[in-house]
């Protein structure tokens, strides 16, 4: 009965809206035509663990899961939509980048078919490319903000996995790359600052070092940064614009 209460007494205040939208603010209606859909500024790429696309499919769209993104890559290149890209889907979960504490809020998710330890089929990896394209040139997103699941997750995610071609897809504009030699970084450059600076959660200075070596390097050791490693992180940070 006290629910029904509630519930009628919750109508009748949308009823006699635009007083007050909720409890605690006092706030007044005065819409505006001027907006329209949020758009994502950032890409997170995903691998679905998974031994086939209908498994990954069943799961990411399975309420009982919970979980989803925006696209699925198949391992043949095919390309299925499971949401629109104005809509917020549940793929990178707990995650932080720059700042950015809802990635999920702000990015579209990419799933690719692949279970996290065999190489990622070229025809998937031009499947890819494309559908990024096209995001790109619609969404207009930089290219810094292209980035693996285990970017935004580090210590908790490690998709897509050292076997990713980040290289390549930087090369097409998707992501941040420097290729040897680097130039040396700036005599007293921190590690830890210059990984947040690109982004990194630093919280777990170890997590955040082994994320962006599985990115950048191709290795996920745990040994401690050497002064190669210090010379890539700067050279990223110099590549580092925030135009499309
Ligand atoms: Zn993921």
Redesign the pocket.
Same mark, same amino acid.
């Given at each position: 009965l006290r629910l029904l209460v509630l519930l009628a007494c919750v109508s009748a205040l949308t009823a006699c809206a635009p007083a007050i939208q909720r409890p605690g603010v006092a706030t007044v209606l005065a819409p505006t035509p001027n907006k329209d859909a949020r758009r994502a500024n950032f890409v997170i790429l !995903?691998h679905t663990s998974n031994n086939t696309a209908a498994k990954a499919l069943e799961i990411l769209t399975s309420a009982q899961k919970g979980v989803s993104a925006h696209y699925l890559v198949g391992r043949n290149g095919t390309i299925w939509q499971l949401a629109d890209e104005q809509d917020r889907t549940w !793929?990178a979960g707990a995650s932080w980048w720059g700042g950015q504490t809802d990635v999920n809020s702000a990015s579209i998710g990419v799933e690719l078919d692949n279970n996290g330890a065999e190489p990622y089929a070229e025809v998937q990896i031009r499947a890819l490319l494309g559908l990024l394209r096209d995001i790109r040139q619609r969404l207009r997103i930089p290219a810094a903000n292209f980035l693996g !699941?285990g970017d935004v997750a580090p210590g908790r995610?490690v998709?897509p996995g050292a076997n990713f071609p980040w290289r390549e897809l930087a090369l097409a504009g998707f992501g941040l790359w420097c290729d040897p030699p680097y130039p040396a970084a700036p005599a007293g450059l921190d590690n830890a600052l210059a990984l947040r600076a690109l982004g990194y959660d630093t919280g777990r200075p170890d997590a955040a070092l082994r994320a962006f070596r599985r990115h950048f390097v191709g290795t996920e050791s745990g040994d401690p940064v050497t002064s190669e490693e210090r010379n890539l992180m700067s050279c990223l940070l110099g590549k580092r614009t925030f135009t499309d």
């Open positions: !995903h !793929h !699941h995610k998709d």
